[in-house]
């Protein structure tokens, strides 16, 4: 059975960081990319960051994050991460993790959400 279970999220204010990881178990986390998405009220869960599974992984990001957020794995861990920088309120969501390689072949992701982790950006 596959979990993900992800955690780090809170109530930050504007400008500032936060760290979440995604703790994966029941399938070969090295075998697999990895992705975070997010869901804010009222709106469609859309997809933030996603890293490939080579030795050299290779990124990618929506264009509202980048350059603000960046996407990491550890292998050893079985763990994916995403830190995120200069938050800004319209960052407030859901944030989930899930395998990225349905997104690298054009596919919907697997359902395989965990609970998600609350990011609020407030003053």
């Known amino acids: 059975q596959v979990q993900l279970v992800e955690s780090g999220g809170g109530l930050v204010q504007p400008g500032g960081s936060l760290r979440l990881s995604c703790v994966v178990s029941g399938l070969t986390f090295r075998n697999y990319a990895w992705s975070w998405y997010r869901q804010a009220p009222g709106s469609e869960r859309e997809l933030v960051a996603a890293?490939?599974?080579?030795?050299?992984?290779?990124?990618n990001y929506a264009l509202s994050v980048k350059d603000r957020f960046t996407i990491s794995r550890d292998n050893a861990k079985n763990t994916v991460y995403l830190q995120m920088n200069n938050l800004k309120p319209e960052d407030t969501a859901v944030y989930y993790c899930?395998?990225?390689?349905?997104?690298?072949?054009?596919?919907?992701?697997?359902?395989?959400w965990g609970q998600g982790t609350q990011v609020t950006v407030s003053s």
């Open positions: 899930n395998e990225a390689d349905s997104y690298y072949s054009g596919h919907p992701p697997r359902d395989y």
């Open positions: 890293i490939t599974m080579a030795s050299e992984p290779m990124t």
